[in-house]
């Protein structure tokens, strides 16, 4: 059955957006995306890669949608800075409930957008552990190994910040939340440093 929600424009998160303890935005719940791949992705916007999507009419994502009140996007936009807000023609959306969801945006940043630095740089593990336990407490464990496996492009370094979270939004993951993301980590060959 439909349910009555504001017809306030919903934006679809992939990434720390999943995790509902870095926002406060409402009827966040969760969704897939169809024909779209979530990536890691190197600019020179920042010194470490960061997550985006992009096209790819084979695969789906989970991730999660919510309202933006009042269609206010300052906060949002000024939060997800280095992005293009994105609005999806067509919503690919589908969630766990009944919705309906007319206007869903996201962000990304287009390939071809910003030239790739020469040299890789490492992910922040403290910004991985706030996405992967996004996943995991909106999707269960199988939904975190999932965020692992659904994910491309993973840089070979990561630097290990969890004791002096760099990430302004950081989290403290639970020991099996860590555990998961160390076991991740390690099956993907990525080398952790300080």
Known sequence: ?????????????YGSLVNL???????????????WRRVWRHTNLRPR???TIELCRSVSIDGVIATVPNADWAALDQREAVYDRHLLDEPPLITNDALNVDT???????????????????????YLDVCAQGYWNLFGKKGAVAFFETTVGWPSL?????A???????????????????????????????
């Open 1 to 13: 059955m439909e349910q009555n929600l504001p017809t306030a424009p919903w934006f679809f998160g």
């Open 104 to 126: 869903v945006s996201t962000y990304v940043i287009p390939v071809d957008k910003y030239p790739i630095p020469a040299e890789e740089h490492p992910i922040l593990l403290s």
């Open 158 to 162: 990561v630097q290990d910040d969890r």
């Open 164 to 194: 002096a979270p760099i990430y302004p939004r950081a989290q403290k993951l639970t020991p099996p939340q860590r555990d998961l993301v160390d076991d991740q980590l390690r099956q993907l060959g990525c080398v952790m440093r300080s």
């Open 21 to 35: 303890r870095t926002h406060s935005y409402p009827n966040a719940r969760p969704a897939r995306l169809q024909g």
């Open 49 to 51: 890669p960061f997550l």
